[in-house]
Protein backbone atom coordinates (compact mmCIF):
# COMPACT_ATOMS: atom_id res chain seq x y z
CA UNK A 1 0.00 0.00 0.00
CA UNK A 2 1.46 3.56 -0.72
CA UNK A 3 -0.37 6.87 0.94
CA UNK A 4 0.13 10.17 -1.07
CA UNK A 5 0.47 13.70 -0.34
CA UNK A 6 0.31 16.60 -2.71
CA UNK A 7 1.36 20.28 -2.53
CA UNK A 8 2.09 22.94 -4.39
CA UNK A 9 -0.81 24.37 -4.98
CA UNK A 10 -2.68 27.74 -5.00
CA UNK A 11 -3.53 31.24 -6.89
CA UNK A 12 -1.96 31.96 -10.09
CA UNK A 13 -2.91 34.51 -12.76
CA UNK A 14 -3.66 33.47 -16.23
CA UNK A 15 0.15 32.73 -17.78
CA UNK A 16 1.53 32.20 -14.70
CA UNK A 17 2.79 28.61 -13.41
CA UNK A 18 2.80 26.47 -10.84
CA UNK A 19 4.69 23.20 -9.71
CA UNK A 20 3.11 20.14 -7.93
CA UNK A 21 4.71 17.60 -5.86
CA UNK A 22 3.06 14.38 -4.83
CA UNK A 23 5.31 12.52 -2.20
CA UNK A 24 4.61 8.68 -1.38
CA UNK A 25 5.73 6.82 1.18
CA UNK A 26 6.42 3.32 1.26
CA UNK A 27 10.21 1.68 -0.51
CA UNK A 28 7.85 0.52 -3.43
CA UNK A 29 7.15 3.42 -5.09
CA UNK A 30 9.20 2.45 -8.52
CA UNK A 31 6.66 -0.26 -8.99
CA UNK A 32 3.76 1.98 -9.33
CA UNK A 33 2.64 3.69 -12.86
CA UNK A 34 1.60 7.37 -11.34
CA UNK A 35 -1.09 9.88 -12.87
CA UNK A 36 -2.07 13.07 -11.94
CA UNK A 37 -6.02 13.53 -12.49
CA UNK A 38 -8.35 16.85 -11.89
CA UNK A 39 -11.75 17.96 -10.89
CA UNK A 40 -13.38 21.09 -11.52
CA UNK A 41 -16.53 22.16 -9.62
CA UNK A 42 -19.71 20.51 -11.35
CA UNK A 43 -17.34 18.60 -13.77
CA UNK A 44 -16.22 14.94 -13.58
CA UNK A 45 -12.72 13.94 -13.01
CA UNK A 46 -10.65 14.52 -15.81
CA UNK A 47 -7.03 12.60 -16.56
CA UNK A 48 -4.37 15.08 -16.73
CA UNK A 49 -0.97 13.61 -17.19
CA UNK A 50 0.34 9.56 -16.03
CA UNK A 51 4.09 8.30 -16.37
CA UNK A 52 5.18 4.92 -16.47
CA UNK A 53 7.01 3.30 -13.54
CA UNK A 54 10.82 3.81 -14.71
CA UNK A 55 9.58 7.29 -16.13
CA UNK A 56 10.39 6.74 -19.55
CA UNK A 57 7.19 6.96 -21.14
CA UNK A 58 4.79 9.88 -20.31
CA UNK A 59 1.10 10.61 -21.14
CA UNK A 60 -0.78 13.89 -21.26
CA UNK A 61 -4.41 15.00 -21.81
CA UNK A 62 -5.11 17.42 -25.17
CA UNK A 63 -5.89 19.74 -23.15
CA UNK A 64 -2.76 20.44 -21.30
CA UNK A 65 -0.07 19.15 -24.18
CA UNK A 66 2.72 21.25 -24.97
CA UNK A 67 1.54 23.08 -21.22
CA UNK A 68 2.26 20.58 -18.37
CA UNK A 69 4.90 18.30 -17.55
CA UNK A 70 5.22 14.87 -15.37
CA UNK A 71 8.26 13.62 -13.98
CA UNK A 72 9.18 11.65 -11.54
CA UNK A 73 11.95 10.81 -9.12
CA UNK A 74 12.21 7.39 -8.07
CA UNK A 75 14.92 8.14 -5.17
CA UNK A 76 13.21 10.76 -3.42
CA UNK A 77 9.05 8.84 -3.77
CA UNK A 78 8.45 11.58 -5.58
CA UNK A 79 6.22 12.78 -8.55
CA UNK A 80 5.81 16.31 -10.17
CA UNK A 81 3.58 18.38 -12.32
CA UNK A 82 5.05 21.08 -13.79
CA UNK A 83 2.29 23.75 -15.27
CA UNK A 84 3.13 26.55 -17.02
CA UNK A 85 0.98 29.13 -19.30
CA UNK A 86 -1.85 28.44 -16.80
CA UNK A 87 -5.83 29.51 -18.01
CA UNK A 88 -8.81 29.31 -16.12
CA UNK A 89 -10.04 26.35 -17.38
CA UNK A 90 -7.32 24.55 -15.65
CA UNK A 91 -8.87 25.23 -12.93
CA UNK A 92 -9.64 22.69 -10.50
CA UNK A 93 -8.83 20.12 -7.52
CA UNK A 94 -5.54 18.42 -8.39
CA UNK A 95 -5.56 14.65 -7.86
CA UNK A 96 -2.26 12.24 -7.83
CA UNK A 97 -2.57 8.53 -8.17
CA UNK A 98 -0.85 5.41 -8.39
CA UNK A 99 -1.64 2.43 -10.46
CA UNK A 100 -0.49 -1.02 -9.61
CA UNK A 101 -1.32 -2.62 -12.36
CA UNK A 102 0.92 -4.14 -14.61
CA UNK A 103 2.16 -1.39 -17.44
CA UNK A 104 1.73 -3.60 -20.43
CA UNK A 105 -2.13 -3.73 -19.71
CA UNK A 106 -2.81 -0.53 -17.70
CA UNK A 107 -5.03 1.98 -19.56
CA UNK A 108 -3.11 5.20 -17.97
CA UNK A 109 -6.27 7.67 -19.09
CA UNK A 110 -8.66 6.30 -16.84
CA UNK A 111 -8.48 7.34 -13.25
CA UNK A 112 -10.84 3.13 -12.88
CA UNK A 113 -7.10 2.00 -13.53
CA UNK A 114 -5.37 3.91 -10.43
CA UNK A 115 -5.92 2.48 -6.95
CA UNK A 116 -4.43 4.85 -4.33
CA UNK A 117 -4.82 8.67 -4.38
CA UNK A 118 -3.89 11.82 -2.65
CA UNK A 119 -6.27 14.47 -0.59
CA UNK A 120 -6.00 16.87 -3.29
CA UNK A 121 -4.07 20.14 -3.92
CA UNK A 122 -6.21 23.03 -5.55
CA UNK A 123 -5.15 25.19 -8.29
CA UNK A 124 -6.90 27.95 -8.93
CA UNK A 125 -6.09 30.52 -12.05
CA UNK A 126 -7.20 33.88 -12.34
CA UNK A 127 -8.42 35.90 -15.82
Known amino acids: QVQLVESGGGLVQAGGSLSLSCAAS????????MGWFRQAPGKEREFVAA????????YYADSVKGRFTISRDNYKNTVYLQMNSLEPEDTAVYYC????????????????????WGQGTQVTVSS
Open 26 to 33: GRTFSSYA
Open 51 to 58: ISRSGGST
Open 97 to 116: AAARRPEMTLNYYSDAEFDY
